[in-house]
């Protein structure tokens, strides 16, 4: 490429073949002589769109009664948009890279304290021969005086929850977990099985099947922690915590809850329409092809070809149909929605029906952009149609043809073949000359003339 | 030239909110305000097809997460819209967020929806400046329906909102600075001029363009008050008269008071964007649109003949083939029909051609064909004119008392002939209001209300607030302009009137606006650029023209702006609201100082109520 860059020519050089005439009269005449013919068909065809052009141009300057420009005189334009006619999105400004810093920033505030919570939690609730059992003993509460200092009991006079003062209704309770003291009804209590259960999804990211069970109960919970021993009829081991602390490892579990909500069936429904569609796109696009190679008469496909793609078609479209049916269901039973969650049901209706909707309006866009399948006696006539033009061009090229003379029908069948590749030839040596490859043009006419003389060969026996 | 199309404005935010979160099953979350925006360019079929199925408010809180929804949240900057979002984030409802603000947000509040985030739902969150209602390309609306705090000022919401709407108009058509002007007389439109200004000023992001640029975009400031006439008129083209004798709401028209409407057309939507008939339709005059209707139902009926009679497969196949384009046509042709059949009954029950001719004269002299024979000099010409101008006052008066006797003409039709004679004869001489309010209670019992508005409209828009001249009646370059238009003799007899702005739009083209009455925000600054531009004599010529009407506009200044912009002209209007003559009584009588009349408010509280 670079060389003939380089390989510059200055002169009268004709544009179509780059020959250098000399002057501007022979340039003239050569063009005239040589390249006006070939593509008069072309040149003929751009003139009669440039007068189309003008036209139409003229005929919208006749429809327009009044001076249709009356107002651009007092209107700057900007010399940037002149030349498109398409308008931009308006501005935008985005403030996302402030959201992340601050949400980093938070959630490492947050990822330090539960981790920290958790691992005193961990120790706390783990059960083995080397803590002690839980209780009111002294070894259990040395124990756990050793995991997080305890606030001196003497140096606080008011609940750091409530702020209610302590008195003698009113007794002095420690946090498990960050060592302050509280009063009774600021304390929250959390089962030792709760607490592992938690602990166990949160260090684990992959989902194993032990764990899945795991998960699966804590999934069942409402909240992780309660304000009374009593409601736990099993009389489990609990922990004593505060509300703050409270407050963080439910956020823990809500965290792990929401991380772990199962992909509702819709989606995987939704996901076969999509997928459906897909499909149906891919083969509309060959049953086209096909369709309109047929109905122009070639016979590179046949019509079962066509009907083995309509099948494919059919296939898909049923799919959507059949899967976005289940929608409408779905619509009616909600399933995994509390009976009495009405604005979630009618929310999830909703969603459902627009599904159905959507999938709708996608086979009716379908239907009408996927033709039928040709008839045969369609068929027939397109083919028909076709091999009277083939024959037309072929009585066209005979005459071109040197030393064959003779009318198509009298053609014996062997020699159709040669005609075709005869014709095909000089085509490809057109575009040769067109394209200024006068080494491969001069080729193809050595090719043609060995073809004329074997179609005279075959011709006279 | 690239088009200014606020529709197209809209719509590309949206499809870009859209294409940005992917191809999954989308939610979007919108306040009321956004929900009017997207539905005025957007029908639901069509976003339907872009995969998002579900549509909801911010303000509705409550419900079972959908974990793998993914959510669109387009919503106001307004502190009730934070909040939620900060309850939803902390418990959200989608597996991710896409939020887009209409407008400028606060640090601070980005900072407590980033906390709130523990999540990390959050994928986006993006200022898309689409806070106007796009009515029609050039038309824009903020939707407040009443502007005037009491004594005529501003209540700081509302300015903060006409602000936020016009900077969204500006940077929505990719403006970032702009050319203020605004009028003098009027302390609203001052105020709202320097806001905007300043507000323009404080956004480093969009400011950085150069102020000495020649393609300034201007935005005009414009008070109601200045042209109280407009709002008062009925309209004989189709969009403004559907609002004037129907209403439209957000590209809705109610029928369901029409007589005999079947229950599927009781409500329905007209929007050009989807309804070819209608964009093809909205500037004609009434004449026109009967002819086109007629027209649309032979087509109608042609297909409708062809399609009736399935006889073979070939027959079938067509049918089907034409079936949904079919339906459209059926779903539109009913729909008009309907309305031009309702219109042109409310025409001849109101008696409202007789009562449009008596407005028109009102507002625009004399019928002018009398004086066409008459040819004489110039100034025996004028003063011919002013005779018959005197004359004609009796006529015209003659001619409202007739009307009030005419039982056919409505009360409201009446109120507007009083209001507009009210406004004509302010300090005429003879000015015979009293008369003609006498006969109007004579005969029939008019609203309290009514009494109120007509003394309310000359506090709001009488001559001691108007500055420019709009019944030319004042200078004798005037006259004569009005006599010549007389000669040249008049198309339409009911479209006459030409509104204010037009004319204001025209004298700030030519550059003929006076600084002294409409001044530049940033004069002060520009002293030196101005005054070296003026002496040389030149006009710097805008690259497009930005109208705001504060007190609402109405879709006859839109058609106006319509037919200067087919002229390639680069206009954009819009105001408060879009105004109808009922809408408008309303507004002017909230804004009547409360001295006026205490029961006036009340009656409108309890009705806002």
Known sequence: ?461 | MTNINLIEAVRSYINRMIEDCGPTIKGLVMDKETASIVSMVYAQSEILQKEVFLFERIDIPGQKSLKHLSAICFLRPTEENIQSLVRELRDPKYGNYFIYFTNFVELNDIKSLAEADEFECVRVVQEYYADYLAINPHLYSLNIQSTYQHNYEWSDNLLRRTVQGLVSVLLALRKKSATIRYQKSSNMSRTLADKLSSTLKRQVDFTASNPNDINQTIVLIIDRREDAITPLLNQWTYQAMVHELIGIKNNRVSLSHVPDITKELEEVIMNAEYDEFYANNLYSNFGEIATNIKVLMEHFQEKHKSQSKIESIGDMKTFIENYPQFKKLSGTVSKHVTIVSELSRLVGLYNLLEVSETEQHLVCQGDHNDVVQVRLNHFKKIYLHLLILFLFNQNKKQKIKRLIKNDKVRDLDILRLLALYALRYERHASNELNTLKYEAQKHRKLPEKYIQFIQALLEYGGLKFRQADLFNTQTPMAITRQFIRGLRGVDNVYAQHVPLIKDLIDQLLRGKLKDTSYPNVNAKDQVNQQSSSQLQGQIIKPSEIIVYVIGGVTYEESYHIQQMNKQSARIIIGGSYMHNFPSFIDEVLFAAPSSLSAASTELLSSKRR
């Open chain 1, 1 to 461: 490429m670079l060389q003939t860059i380089g390989d510059t020519r200055e002169g009268f050089l004709c544009p179509q073949c780059h020959q250098d005439m000399g002057n501007l009269e022979m340039l003239q005449i050569h063009f005239q002589n040589v390249h006006m013919k070939q593509s008069s068909t072309i040149i003929k065809g751009l003139f009669s769109f440039a007068k189309q052009k003008l036209k139409s141009v003229q005929d919208n300057f006749q429809n327009s009664n009044e001076p249709s420009k009356m107002y651009s005189q007092y209107f700057s334009f900007d010399p940037h948009d002149y030349y498109s006619k398409k308008q931009y999105m308006g501005f935008t400004r985005s403030h996302y890279a402030y959201f992340q810093i601050v949400r980093k920033d938070k959630l490492h505030e947050i990822y330090t304290k539960t981790q920290q919570l958790l691992l005193r939690l961990e120790l706390l609730t783990d059960i083995n021969e080397h803590t002690p059992p839980n209780g009111n003993t002294k070894e259990r509460r040395k124990y756990e005086q050793s995991i997080i200092p305890w606030m001196e009991d003497s140096v606080v006079s008011i609940c750091s929850s409530c702020s209610a003062s302590f008195g003698f209704s009113r007794r002095k309770h420690h946090c498990r977990l960050d060592g302050l003291v509280i009063c009774n009804q600021c304390s929250q209590f959390i089962l030792f099985s709760t607490a592992r259960r938690i602990i166990d999804s949160n260090t684990s990211s992959t989902l194993t099947t032990n764990n899945s069970s795991t998960i699966q109960q804590l999934m069942n919970l409402k909240t992780v922690t309660s304000s009374t021993i009593i409601n736990n009829a099993s009389n489990e081991d609990h922990l004593r915590i505060c509300m703050s602390c409270a407050r963080c490892l439910q956020n823990c579990y809500r965290q792990i809850f929401f991380k772990n909500i199962p992909k509702d069936e819709i989606f995987h429904y939704y996901e076969n329409i999509i997928q459906a569609r897909k499909e149906y796109t891919q083969f509309q696009s060959t049953y086209v092809a096909i369709i309109d190679s047929i109905l122009s008469g070639n016979t590179k496909y046949q019509i079962k070809d066509a009907q083995q793609v309509y099948r494919q078609l059919s296939v898909s479209y049923e799919k959507i149909d059949s899967v976005s049916k289940k929608f409408v269901a779905f619509a009616d039973k909600c399933p995994n929605i509390d009976e009495n969650d009405i604005s979630s049901k009618a929310r999830y209706a909703t969603l459902c029906r627009n599904i159905r909707m959507y999938a709708i309006q996608l086979l009716q866009n379908f239907s009408l952009s996927t033709g039928r399948l040709p008839t045969e006696d369609e068929i027939k006539q397109a083919r028909d149609a076709k091999q009277r033009s083939d024959n037309e061009l072929m009585a066209k090229v005979i005459l071109t043809i040197p030393g064959i003379n003779c009318n198509v029908l009298e053609l014996s069948e062997e020699l159709k073949p040669f005609i075709q590749q005869y014709y095909q030839v000089t085509q490809y040596m057109q575009q040769a000359k067109l394209a200024g490859r006068d080494d491969e043009a001069k080729f193809l006419e050595s090719n043609l003339e060995e073809l004329a003389q074997a179609m005279r060969v075959a011709h006279q026996q």
